[in-house]
């Protein structure tokens, strides 16, 4: 079942401006992780953060998770071509191994 | 994509034609996971096994089977009871919650 939802769905930046994209949920979770993908390729991990953290860095990545809101931002810093792809969030409750993935956000950086 | 191989890259299926996709992995992981991506919407899970000879539907496993008969290997069988077969397949396994992600097969119908 799918549990996450992006927002926004597709977003157009340009070559060193920031990228934020919001990820909300529904039932309560032990943890919520980023992926990536690239066009035809297959999911990257990026960034995980626990239920009993707030912020986290990694890199030029930054995330944020607020369990009363239940949502979380994942910003990109000084973004780069490269950084096309599209982004994903995924939730993993403490009852399961499975992740429940939202239907992503399409990032494009033009240089 | 991390010691998760996935073949072939495309697919084409004939009406009432059952196919097999294969998923291998070298990263010593017990637990393997096939979700179908559909465009636009985020990934669906099939089936997932969490050790040898064992495994489990997800939410949408109908027209589908799976063997696990050895910890590297997961194949995914796509059945004739597959009307929509159409889809980006992805295999991944995982060590902690991390998944591991191959690079993926593009099922088509003929």
């Known amino acids: 079942s799918q549990q996450g939802e992006e927002d926004p769905q597709a977003l157009s930046i340009q070559e060193g401006e920031n990228a934020t994209m919001n990820c909300s949920y529904k039932?309560?979770?032990?943890?919520l992780q980023w992926y990536r993908q690239n066009s035809g390729r297959g999911l990257v991990h990026l960034i995980l953060i626990r239920s009993n953290e707030r912020e986290k860095h990694s890199g030029r990545l930054r995330v944020t998770l607020d369990t009363s809101k239940k949502s979380s931002s994942l910003l990109i810093t000084a973004s780069r071509a490269a950084d096309t792809a599209s982004y994903f969030c995924a939730t993993g409750s403490s009852n399961d191994y499975k992740l429940s993935f939202g239907a992503g956000t399409t990032v494009t950086v033009r240089a | 994509d991390g010691g998760i191989t996935q073949s072939p890259k495309y697919l084409f299926r004939k009406e009432g034609q059952n196919v097999t996709l294969s998923c291998e992995q070298n990263l010593n992981h017990d637990a393997m996971y096939w979700y179908r991506q559909d465009p636009g919407q985020g990934l669906r899970l099939i089936y997932y096994?969490?050790?040898?000879?064992?495994?489990q539907k997800g939410d949408i496993a109908e027209g589908y089977s799976v063997s696990r008969e050895k910890k590297e290997s997961f194949p995914l069988t796509v059945t004739s009871a597959q009307k929509n077969p159409t889809a980006f397949y992805l295999c991944a396994s995982r060590t902690g919650v991390k998944l591991f992600f191959g690079s993926g097969t593009q099922l088509s119908v003929l």
């Open positions: 039932t309560s979770i032990n943890n």
């Open positions: 096994s969490q050790i040898v000879n064992d495994f």
